[in-house]
């Protein structure tokens, strides 16, 4: 999970493999974008995607249609 703009001060580039998934809440233009091009396996789940899933969510729970 990545929430700052320095993406990689705490993770290599390199060490992303076909078993990771990387939550970027950095948006409109996420850091992992341009390493899905050019390095094989990893599976982004982009800020945009993020922030929508959660807020059709929160409106749900806001109007009652969904229960927890």
Do not use: C, M
Request: charged letters at 15%; zero cysteines.
């Amino acid at each position: 999970i990545n929430t700052t703009p320095l993406a990689f001060s705490l993770i290599k580039a390199t060490q992303l493999t076909h078993s990771h998934i990387v939550l970027d809440a950095i948006y409109p233009i996420s850091a992992f974008e341009k390493l899905l091009n050019t390095q094989d396996g990893f599976q982004l789940i982009r800020g945009e995607v993020w922030l929508r899933a959660q807020a059709a969510t929160s409106y749900e729970l806001f109007l009652g249609l969904l229960e927890i």
